[in-house]
């Protein structure tokens, strides 16, 4: 890795105690043990892009799912691990039967060769059950993440990451907001607290329909998953035409290349998708299959992007003249 203080290249066994042998300085993060292989200079990194170089502010879980993103296991890791397994277990049992004189050698090379044919290719035919049974979930928690990355940093540093905000920072309060935004994850709300959404769109920010605003129309922010969808559900039901919906959605998952994509072992008894939920059938498949994408993943700049343009929405259904343009595609030349 390369000293974060002096950017000398240091090998493994020169990073004892996790000081630099040419500036002595010591450096918070080991690659080689910090959760999600993090070292100084990665955080600087990741730390820069999420606050856009210091012109927005994150949360620590916006900055977990940015460091982990990358380590989200495949779904297919269960039948992989079970191929493994079944295949070693032939190896070396047959090796050791033969050793051992348990077995003749050819009879048992012959019934190990034949195995080694056979159990794949029951595997292979088994492999939808595996798909069917095994969850994504970012292998580092964020109590992991926390504990090796966030406290050693502040502990060598005397702080946070710049640009970081605690989730637990009070939500601001708006006198007469003309809007509101509801969503359940508190680091989305702290995020946009923490960069002045609040104010900047005459906005109240909770994570409960008792504490929502009378009467103002209300943006609707949640995971896309089928616990999101049900979260939007129940809103729908509670606020009536004041709703407005911004996902995130299943086809919004399924298209960015950058969403975070995981899997719960999806529920027998769980209600059918509602149509409105997804578009099409492949999204009702992904929600019914257990998939979903956090919101918090989202970054602070593509945060703040859906938010402006659910409060265009809502200027736009409060403006007869600006919905009567849309209509007629004005808004949209010349990019159609």
Not at 110 to 128: R, S
Not at 231 to 244: D, E, P, Q, T
């Amino acid at each position: 890795m390369i000293c974060p203080h002096c950017a000398k290249s240091l090998l493994r066994r020169e990073r004892t105690g996790r000081r630099c042998p040419a500036c002595r300085r010591e450096f918070a993060l080991e690659p080689k043990e910090s959760p999600a292989r993090m070292h100084d200079l990665r955080m600087r990194r990741l730390t820069e892009k999420l606050s856009d170089e210091g012109n927005l502010r994150y949360t620590p879980t916006q900055l977990w799912y940015a460091a982990t993103r990358r380590d989200v296991p495949s779904v297919d890791r269960g039948y992989h691990a079970a191929l493994g397994w079944m295949c070693g277990i032939i190896v070396v049992g047959g090796f050791i039967c033969v050793v051992s004189g348990f077995v003749p050698v050819r009879p048992g090379i012959g019934a190990g060769l034949l195995l080694l044919i056979v159990i794949p290719l029951l595997l292979i035919f088994a492999k939808p059950w595996f798909r069917q049974r095994t969850t994504v979930r970012i292998p580092v928690t964020r109590r992991e993440f926390r504990t090796g990355v966030f406290d050693r940093w502040a502990q060598i540093y005397g702080g946070p990451p710049a640009g970081m905000v605690a989730e637990d920072i009070p939500l601001p309060t708006v006198p007469t907001p003309r809007l509101a935004l509801l969503c359940a994850d508190r680091s989305v709300l702290a995020c946009l607290a923490a960069n002045n959404a609040a104010e900047l769109w005459e906005m109240a920010l909770a994570d409960r329909v008792d504490r929502l605003p009378p009467e103002v129309p209300v943006l609707v922010l949640h995971d896309a998953g089928l616990p999101g969808v049900g979260f939007g559900a129940r809103a729908r039901n509670a606020l009536g035409a004041r709703v407005v919906l911004l996902g995130l959605s299943a086809k919004s998952a399924l298209a960015a290349r950058s969403a975070v994509r995981l899997r719960e072992r999806p529920d027998p008894a769980a209600p059918p998708v509602p149509e409105w939920a997804a578009g099409s059938a492949a999204e009702r498949d992904w929600l019914a299959a257990g998939w979903w994408s956090p919101v918090g993943a989202l970054s602070p700049a593509a945060l703040l992007g859906v938010v402006a343009r659910g409060v265009e929405r809502v200027q736009e259904a409060g403006d007869p003249d600006r919905q009567r343009a849309r209509e007629i595609g004005f808004l949209t030349w010349p990019s159609s």
